[in-house]
């Protein structure tokens, strides 16, 4: 598979948001990252739906929503009506959801079902679920906040999900997000990774056609 670039809007500068998504778009931007976070389940506070919304009158690009809360089964219709082409919702307990019907419904509003784990999460947690997901998310921070330092152990994560692939001729989409740029991007394509999540990187990035290009490995 190619490797896509997704870049989150988290690290933007909201004051100008249609500005960065077209700086992005024509930097060579595969998809539009939206991290969704409300105060609970994650420690900080994002956006809702209106922004999604937004983002996706001002793009063509896929806009991928990673929902960072309690009870994302509640709000996935909002986000499905708001434009997304696909919805990430976390395995862990702490997330106060039926994981099984939530991916379900992602997939009945029409959107690509994604599931991810935190860091501390053994990769067990996601097992019976890959036959039914179209897109793996690997945290490679702690969700809720961005800048934070990359942690290369999860990438053990990814290479079991791209093994997975391999042992059941699947091609379920393997995204990591948190902290990743030019230095680190190649180890997560080596590991298995087809989709980069990067925040920071680009929209600090005097260039971000350059930043995108060198997250590729171009």
Not at 40 to 69: C, E, W, Y
Not at 79 to 96: D, L, P, Q, W, Y
Not at 116 to 143: G, K, R
Not at 170 to 183: F, K, P, R, Y
């Amino acid at each position: 598979m190619a490797v896509l670039i997704a870049p989150s809007i988290l690290a933007a500068d909201f004051s100008r948001l249609a500005d960065e998504i077209r700086r992005v778009e024509e930097g060579g931007a595969d998809w539009i990252h939206c991290d969704i976070m409300d105060g609970h389940f994650v420690d900080n506070i994002s956006f809702g739906p209106a922004m999604v919304k937004t983002v996706r009158q001002l793009t063509l690009l896929p806009v991928d929503v990673h929902l960072m809360i309690e009870r994302p089964d509640h709000f996935v219709p909002r986000f499905a009506e708001a434009g997304a082409n696909s919805i990430t919702v976390h395995v862990e307990r702490e997330s106060k959801h039926d994981v099984s019907e939530t991916l379900k419904e992602i997939r009945e509003l029409g959107c690509r079902a994604g599931l991810t784990l935190n860091p501390e999460t053994h990769f067990s947690a996601v097992e019976p679920y890959l036959s039914v997901i179209d897109l793996l998310l690997v945290m490679t921070v702690h969700p809720g906040f961005g800048g934070q330092r990359f942690c290369p152990s999860e990438l053990e994560k990814v290479r079991r999900g791209s093994a997975w692939n391999r042992a059941n001729e699947s091609q379920i989409t393997i995204e990591v997000d948190g902290g990743i740029n030019a230095d680190n991007a190649r180890l997560c394509i080596e590991a298995g990774a087809n989709v980069l999540v990067a925040g920071t990187s680009i929209f600090k990035a005097r260039e971000y056609a350059a930043e995108i290009r060198a997250l590729r490995g171009g």
